[in-house]
């Protein structure tokens, strides 16, 4: 993570940063665009808020609040930050429950001449994770340490995708409620916000494009991206990128 060449206080060369007023490196505003979506129960209260349709809003404009980072974000600005490691440590692993501490240790900088040393903990269980990830539980804990401790290493005050409990709007886990197909859930906001960047406005140009088929995925099923299963989704979020 450390192949970029570096100047004499510890950065990227050709990088344009962006500080905040007393000097820091403002890394919220190092993501790429890519990296950051708009939550979709949001859509109207930003809407509102900056008083335009939501198709013309751009990430950079929206509050924090209203945001969420991806996985290849905080591995994105890692990049840019400089790593020495990344370690982690299973604290437990069970059927049922997994927690693991991520361990980053940052090159230094002219904000930390020495270094950075920055560890963080996080969970998962049936109960806050998504259906087609409760057989990775370690995996899923693994990725939401790693995103929680950039974010507090690097000052982020936007929650990662990983860090989402995967419930429905009820309060409910997806394991607890296999047949409400029409939940919300972070995979679901993936696929929905990827086609909206497409122009994808309609499930029908979906069937269209793919030919009724993606993968072992049977788009023709279905009749809307609400009614398609987690664990279907993964091979429509594929195929989008």
Known sequence: MSHFKRNEVGLVEGINY???????????????????YIKPDSHQKV?????????????????????????????YLCTLRGV??????VITASFDYAAV?????????????????????????P???EKFMT????????NRAFCRAVRAALNIPVVSVEELSGKNDKGQSSLENDAD??????MRDLVINALKKQGITKYA??????????DGLDLTKYKSVKEIPNSELLSLLGALK
């Not at 905040?20 to 665009?33: A, N, R, V």
């Not at 140009?205 to 993606?214: H, P």
């Open 18 to 36: 962006v500080y905040t007023s007393d000097g820091k490196i403002d890394w919220k505003k190092m993501f790429l665009p890519e990296h950051l």
């Open 47 to 75: 809407a509102d808020e900056l008083g335009k349709p939501i198709e013309a809003i751009s990430v950079t404009e929206v509050p924090d609040k209203y945001l969420i980072s991806t996985l290849q974000g905080a591995r």
């Open 84 to 89: 020495e490691s990344v370690s982690y440590n």
């Open 101 to 125: 501490q991520c361990v980053i240790k940052f090159l230094p900088n002219y904000e930390f001449p020495k270094g950075l040393e920055w560890s963080d903990t996080a969970s998962a269980s």
């Open 127 to 129: 109960r806050n994770t």
């Open 135 to 142: 057989n990775y539980l370690v995996e899923t804990a693994t």
């Open 181 to 186: 197909t029409e939940s919300s859930s972070p």
């Open 205 to 214: 140009q979906i069937v269209d494009r793919y030919n009724g088929k993606i």
